[in-house]
């Protein structure tokens, strides 16, 4: 098996299906076909059984999953090695990031790189898909998450405390919820993610059962864009709402809620000329804006 076959064969594994494989890979439906079917014969092998609910490792195929892994583990760290010597200010870097921390500081971030390094392509994605570094899916992550893995190296951008907000036109029509209250007779925004937690959720430490539950986002960007419309209350990093020309509604910050922004590469990346670029990019997009973070540090 070659690194080419490992691929295809990784790919189809993780999809479960010649189309998923097939986009993943950049690839016809048809040629990944023929190339499962001719590594089945080379190895004399049935690595896969097609079932309804997809394709499903044999036996031999669980034998060539760790194999594979391995080879796919040796090309990226092979890759990784080679790029992290690259001196050469030109070429591209893969950036993922949300759409809302996009939109306010990479934008900024890729203009300023761009007026200083101009053969440097940045190649963005905000998708809603976590992209695996390790994997060479991506070069650089801003997150809100910090990664567990050790081979990435993150740096804590900023630390912004969480507040409940809502519009100005918003509150002219309904007023301020009543604290204890659990937002009866009002609209709520809500992110995806704390919305379908196993706990039960809340907006501020308040619980919201009370409360109507207009629509929730899976975007942070839309979330934000949502409360700007008056269309309900939601729960947003205090430096961006006050941005936006929100008003709080309590004057507390959410009890223990905190957003935070890490700046993720791979170690073996972190020196090559043009992603070590686009981290001071990035690094400078956010000067300014660690208000709260510097409160902290002093209180």
Do not use: C
Request: hydrophobic share 45%; proline share 4%; aromatic share 6%.
């Amino acid at each position: 098996m070659n690194w080419d076959d490992a691929r295809v064969f990784l790919a189809v594994e993780r999809e479960k299906t010649l189309r998923g494989a097939a986009r993943t890979l950049n690839l016809d439906q048809a040629t990944v076909g023929r190339r499962i079917a001719a590594l089945e014969h080379a190895l004399r092998a049935t690595l896969f059984l097609r079932t309804s609910e997809g394709y499903a490792l044999t036996a031999a195929g669980e034998a060539a999953l760790k194999s594979a892994e391995k080879m796919e583990h040796s090309a990226h760290e092979l890759v990784r090695r080679t790029q992290g010597a690259d001196t050469r200010l030109a070429g591209d870097v893969r950036v993922t990031s949300t759409d809302s921390i996009a939109l306010e500081f990479l934008l900024p971030a890729i203009e300023r790189l761009h007026a200083a390094h101009p053969e440097v392509r940045v190649l963005l994605d905000t998708s809603t898909r976590m992209l695996n570094l390790a994997k060479r899916e991506a070069d650089i992550a801003v997150r809100s998450v910090r990664p567990e893995n050790p081979d990435l190296v993150a740096r804590r951008l900023v630390r912004w405390p969480m507040g409940l907000f809502a519009s100005n036109a918003y509150l002219e029509q309904h007023g301020k919820p009543t604290a204890g209250s659990a937002f009866a007779g009002h609209d709520l925004v809500v992110y995806q993610g704390n919305w379908t937690s196993s706990r039960a959720p809340t907006l501020g430490g308040e619980p919201i059962h009370a409360g109507r539950i207009v629509s929730t986002f899976n975007s942070s960007l839309m979330l934000r864009t949502a409360v700007r419309a008056g269309i309900g209350i939601g729960q947003l990093p205090i430096h961006l709402a006050e941005h936006d020309g929100l008003v709080q509604i309590w004057p507390e910050p959410a009890r223990g809620a905190v957003y935070e922004i890490w700046l993720v590469t791979h170690q073996d990346l972190r020196h090559t000329a043009r992603v070590s670029a686009m981290i001071e990019a990035i690094v400078a997009a956010f000067e300014g804006h660690s208000t709260y973070e510097k409160k902290s540090r002093t209180t």
